[in-house]
């Protein structure tokens, strides 16, 4: 898996080694065309936000005119109608998520209900993997890479120069499963503070730089060991992308939340209105959604673990869509919320709920065509239902919520129209896509402003 | 015992070597320095040798020099006698892993609590007396956590059935995984599911009525109370129908505890159980792409019942004593396979460059590397979450290699590596030609050869700190072992293990 790094890198490097005294961004950290297929000529940009531990889509967004929505299947987690932000005559979204409701009222919100896969799994890290690397039980082997770092590496593997902030796994220890990819290795920046390397603390500072230098020459010694190679490729993206990161001269006029998730998608507002650089997905993640008990406060429905993580998301991603909204940038950046499945619809005696299978997840932007997709949850264990649409939402089946939309679907929905890309049955395999992601597509069409396929694809240039 | 797993037996053409020796202590502990490679290896015989692994492999269950190392050392400033936090609990575990006598104590208990992953949030969360005093609150969780580590240090290398036993009454294990609240009728599926997927047989093992049928025969294994948060037997919550189980019947017992073990034996009877868990200990200690012929053969040592008592015995020692001595070990396949878990670098600076707890206390004290190690994605006590950490390449990333170059940094620096403590490696220094230095160095830490292209930058380093003007000989010395130190830590062999 060898990356060709080197040739930009030191193309920048000049006479005086790679750190000089001034703190610029290098010249060589340019705009690529080749930062994943994007051919809407907009410069777009997809954030997924990871929501871990499977979150109760149930009440999120409840579906409050359903009788089977009641205190039998929810003794203490039912949510009553009246503490609901009601988004149409069918669903309302839980009291903890005002500024959500709001930027659905604008538009700018797309739920998509009864997201999931065939023969569902309810261990986390079975279906987190099938979620991250788009595939799902009985499917292709496909490999062990993200979905969009297949996608990167079947349009944009083979490029000779591509931004080291192509992908950056914000706020991350290690790089996302959705993002991993076989071509290139996304920066995972756990924090910008201790995100610089060190020279030689104390020390004259010619000391110091020479170390930086020969640590930076060290990684760039050839290396006919695969892995000896795969770390210092890794070396390489670290040292580019310091360069951006400490240089980051945006400052919203939003205030962000306090917590990991605001102040990670913080960092994503930065880079995305960083000049001189095209970071193309970016990549966030909120844990905790594992609700076995203490879900809910018996009573008090803004209370609990639940209630507490949907506060969170909702002003962390409020106060990202004001600042890219009044920056004028919430036209070029699409949200896309995954978690590895839902809940159980009856709740536990726990105040909790246990794994589940189909849920809900939400597509937030500029140019989203708003609404509820994908039909209403069906909560009956013994009929299926059919959806005014047309299509067939099955019954509950072992106590968990059946599914309609695959999400890879969903997928290929953001790789053909936000991206305007070919690349989906590719990415998900032809079967797949013939079988399972054209027959969804109609069922999801929450994109507003499509990329014309006419637009022939960058390499060609080539 | 089939062919894999047959005694490494020194030869001429294949002896027990320094190579040998660092591969076998970068996996059963933490590194090892020149000087105690030299007396692993010995006379190099096949007699050296055995002794060699049995006294890496063997040990008992108190390290009675640690022990007094660390009791001499805690109390001051770098390191508290009680620990009442997660970093300062973190603290105490670095420490152990820096100095223990048989470090594969402690690299057994990271194998364990990465096994058995509970989280210090999710269990602080829980302990909420005395109501209002957070520090008291913490303190409680932490001696939890404490207890906790404790059961695997004592019974990681002992058997499997006492294990699992213990740990699923384990209150910090209780708390996380939500067992406390497992009662008839209203039946807590958190820890039968992961006690089979991940504990023990692995994913799509089992079906989801074993799992509910599993946490039938689980209720009751709880807590005493929420205050004293001590493990309780509450035979009132226990479910005293018959349970059926991955095709087994378990009939009510009483008390019904007795259903636990007997549901235990009903895990380790199932042929998929040894695998796992000799496939998770080749993994581990051995290759991240387990070859399945030793797969098989460990397990079948897991699987052996040396008592006669008609059940597996799954005894760790054992287990990892054959492994060790075993010639796939020593496999030319299997070296530098592995890469470092944060922990296993940050501890190996200490143990390669011999670098003792009162050098460490001048500003990397054992709270600052635990952090340290939280900011590289593996806090102990800080899995991501009940699957453990993610280890081999997910290690490597940006933020990762940051940090790691860092903390490289921090050690080497005058207060830490004290001019007086570099004297000790060359004591007729600082005339110490420039290729002794590196040579002494990458046999010390890379512990295999550089690239000469890496060669050719280090004597470059070390010939630009010759030519400073105004440093004396001594400083021209000083500043080449700090620069090979951070430099060498910096490569990308050194990640490798």
């Not at chain 1, 930027?103 to 986390?124: C, E, F, K, M, T």
């Not at chain 1, 790089?175 to 071509?183: E, N, R």
């Not at chain 2, 497992?182 to 799992?211: I, P």
């Not at chain 2, 501890?347 to 009162?358: A, K, Q, S």
Request: charged residues 20%.
């Amino acid at each position: 898996m060898p990356l060709r790094r080197r040739d930009f890198i030191r193309a920048g490097l000049g006479g005086l080694g790679y750190f000089s005294t001034a703190a610029l961004v290098p010249d060589w950290i340019i705009r690529s065309a080749a930062a994943i297929e994007d051919l809407s000529g907009e410069n777009r940009i997809l954030v997924i936000v990871q929501l871990e531990g499977g979150n109760d889509g149930l009440n999120t967004l409840v579906p409050y005119t359903d009788p089977l929505y009641n205190s039998d299947i929810r003794p203490t987690l039912h949510v009553p109608t009246a503490q609901l932000h009601l988004i149409d005559n069918l669903n309302g979204l839980h009291p903890a998520l005002p500024a959500l409701a709001e930027s659905y009222g604008d538009g700018r919100v797309a739920i998509i209900q009864n997201v999931g896969y065939p023969n569902p799994d309810l261990s986390h890290f079975v279906s987190t993997d099938y979620w991250e690397q788009g595939r799902a039980p009985g499917g292709p082997n496909l490999g062990t890479q993200g979905w969009v770092g297949r996608f990167f590496d079947q349009t944009c593997g083979s490029a000779p120069d591509v931004d080291p902030l192509t992908m950056v796994g914000a706020g991350h220890s290690r790089i996302p499963g959705s993002l991993k990819a076989v071509t290139y290795s996304a920066p995972a920046i756990a924090s910008v503070a201790t995100y610089q390397i060190q020279g030689a603390a104390g020390l004259p500072a010619v000391i110091g730089t020479r170390r930086l230098n020969d640590l930076h020459a060290l990684n760039d010694v050839p290396a006919a060991d695969p892995a000896i190679e795969f770390i210092q490729n890794s070396a390489n993206v670290a040292e580019a992308s310091i360069a951006v990161v400490q240089n980051l001269s945006y400052n919203p006029a939003v205030v962000y939340p306090s917590t990991k998730l605001g102040q990670d998608l913080l960092l994503c507002s930065r880079l995305i209105h960083q000049p001189g650089i095209a970071p193309k997905v970016l990549h966030v993640r909120q844990a905790g959604y594992d609700t076995h008990a203490d879900q809910g406060v018996p009573g008090s429905p803004g209370l609990g673990d639940h209630p507490a993580l949907l506060i969170d998301l909702n002003d962390a991603l409020g106060a990202f869509m004001s600042d890219l909204a009044a920056s004028g940038n919430l036209d070029r950046v699409l949200i896309l919320t995954f978690s590895e499945f839902g809940r159980r619809v009856r709740q536990n005696d726990s105040d909790g709920t246990d794994h589940g299978a189909a849920s809900i997840l939400f597509v937030l932007g500029g140019r989203i065509r708003g609404g509820v997709y994908g039909g209403q949850p069906n909560l009956s264990s013994t009929e299926d239902v059919m959806d005014p649409a047309g299509f067939i939402v099955p019954r509950v089946q072992k106590g968990n919520l059946s599914h309609t939309v695959d999400f890879r679907s969903v997928y290929a929905r953001v790789i053909e129209s936000w991206f305007g890309s070919q690349a989906a049955p590719g990415v998900f395999g032809q079967s797949v896509y013939d079988g399972i992601i054209f027959p969804d597509l109609p069922k999801i069409d929450f994109i507003r402003a499509t990329v014309s396929a006419a637009r022939t694809p960058w390499r060609e240039y080539h | 015992m089939g062919d894999r797993l047959a005694s490494f037996v020194p030869s001429i053409s294949d002896p027990w070597d320094e190579r040998k020796a660092a591969h076998l202590t970068r996996r059963v502990g933490f590194g090892a320095p020149p000087a105690q490679l030299t007396l692993l290896v010995g006379d190099g015989s096949a007699a050296a040798f055995n002794a060699a692994v049995e006294e890496q492999v063997l040990y008992p269950d108190v390290d009675a020099a640690l022990e007094a190392r660390l009791a001499a050392f805690a109390g001051g400033a770098s390191l508290t006698a009680n620990p009442t936090t997660l970093y300062t609990l973190g603290g105490h575990w670095l420490f152990r892993m820096a100095f223990a006598t048989r470090p594969l104590q402690e690299q057994l208990t990271l194998f364990w609590h990465d096994h058995f992953a509970v989280e210090f949030v999710k269990i602080r969360g829980k302990v909420t007396y005395p109501p209002g005093d957070n520090a008291a609150q913490t303190a409680k969780a932490t001696t939890l956590l404490r207890d906790y580590m404790e059961l695997l240090r004592l019974r990681g290398n002992k058997d499997f059935r006492t294990l699992l036993l213990a740990i699923t009454r384990n209150p910090a294990m209780l708390l996380y995984l939500d067992n406390y609240l497992n009662v008839a009728g209203r039946a807590q599926e958190n820890y039968a599911r992961e006690l089979m997927e991940l504990f023990s047989m692995g994913v799509n093992q089992y079906t989801e009525d074993d799992v509910r049928e599993l946490s039938r025969v689980l209720t009751g294994e709880s807590l005493d109370d929420r205050i004293n948060l001590g493990y309780l037997f509450r035979q009132p919550f226990h479910d005293t129908g018959t349970k059926n189980f991955l095709g087994q019947t378990v009939a009510p017992q009483s008390p019904g505890s007795l259903e636990t073990a007997e549901a235990v034996d009903i895990i380790l009877s199932q042929p998929v159980t040894s695998r796992f868990m000799a496939s998770k200990l080749i993994e581990w200690f051995v290759n991240p792409a387990p070859d399945p012929e030793a797969v098989e053969e460990l397990a079948a040592v897991l699987r052996a019942d040396a008592d006669s008592d008609g059940r597996p015995d799954f005894n760790f020692a054992e287990t990892l004593e054959v492994l060790f001595k075993s010639r796939y070990f020593y496999e030319d396949a299997n070296f530098f396979t592995l890469y470092k878990t944060p922990v296993d670098y940050g501890v190996n600076i200490v143990r390669l460059l011999g670098l003792t707890e009162t050098q460490l206390a001048a500003d990397v004290n054992w709270y600052g590397l635990a952090f340290l190690l939280g900011g590289m994605g593996m806090g102990l006590f800080e899995p991501p979450n009940v699957g453990g950490w993610i280890h081999g390449e997910a290690w490597i990333n940006s933020v990762n290699l940051i940090n790691r170059y860092n903390l490289a940094e921090r050690v080497a620096r005058s207060d830490i590596m004290t001019p007086a403590f570099l004297l000790a490696y060359f004591p007729d220094s600082p005339a110490t030609s420039n290729a002794t230095l590196l040579e002494d160095f990458r046999r010390r830490l890379i512990q295999r050869s550089l690239r000469t292209g890496e060669t050719d930058i280090l004597n470059a380093h070390m010939s630009s700190m010759d030519s400073l003007a105004g440093a004396t000989q001594l400083q021209k010395y000083n500043l080449k072992i700090w620069g090979l130190a951070h430099l060498l830590c910096a490569t990308a062999e050194f990640q490798m293990k």
